[in-house]
């Protein structure tokens, strides 16, 4: 998802949810649907909340799991910042199984 601060409310907002790139072309500041006049309400795809929340969301959703877990992963093991880049490098093991099926590799 593509996200942006609001500039009049400052919540998180997604660019295909409201004018933002209309917005964006006569180079004004960006604001969310329910702000913009001309739509005048929130859209309802998810909760409306600050920037940084919102943000922090997504990026967990993409991780898989919560920030503050690899925090204290690289924080508690000294070598556990390595093994998480390592393990990122690798696409997810559902995908690892379907990519090493015809192999006959085993998945580690």
Known sequence: MSLFQCSKCGCG???????YWATRLREMAPICS????AV????G????EPFA??????????L?????????LSRDQPDGLD????????PPVAERAKLLAHTGEAIE
């Open 34 to 37: 329910a702000c913009d006049p």
């Open 45 to 48: 795809e998810f909760p409306r």
């Open 64 to 72: 898989g799991q919560s920030i503050e877990i690899v925090g204290k």
């Open 83 to 90: 093994k998480l880049n390592r393990s990122l490098d690798q």
């Open 40 to 43: 005048g309400k929130w859209h």
């Open 53 to 62: 929340l919102r943000y922090k969301r997504e990026i967990e959703c993409w």
């Open 13 to 19: 907002e997604d660019t295909s949810l409201c004018h």
